[in-house]
């Protein structure tokens, strides 16, 4: 999972066993659950970015159980392929590394996973 792989990324579970989350010096940016028998992540996402990969893909919904202006839940398989789950895992991951103080940063946010893998 791509989330591991992020630099300084942490995996912890202060929601029980099923709830995956990942943080970045302590910050989320990713949850992993299943819902309903369906797995389900949850990703940080710009409030534009959220609305345009919402009118895009029916699998892109607002954020379960977060913030709907800046967090949206991915329904992967159907329509949202592994590649487009990892670049939107990818850029959770800069938006809340952006946010962290220059001192902090595991990464530059701006450069980071762009024209890589």
């Known amino acids: 999972m791509r989330a ?3 630099p300084a990324s942490t995996l912890e579970f202060p929601f029980g066993p099923d709830v995956d989350v990942y943080k970045v010096r302590g910050k989320v940016f990713m949850i992993h659950t299943v819902v309903d028998d369906e797995p ?3 990703i940080k996402a710009s409030p534009s970015d959220g609305l345009a990969l919402r009118d895009a893909h029916a699998d892109i919904t607002p954020g379960y159980h977060m913030d709907k202006r800046h967090w949206i839940s991915l329904h992967p398989g159907g329509s949202l392929g592994p590649d487009v ?4 895992v990818t850029e959770s991951y800069r938006l809340v590394v952006a946010g962290l103080p220059s001192a902090q940063r595991p990464v530059e946010p701006h450069a980071f996973g762009r024209g890589q893998r």
């Open 4 to 6: 591991r792989e992020l």
């Open 85 to 88: 789950v990892e670049e939107l």
């Open 40 to 42: 389900l992540v949850v």
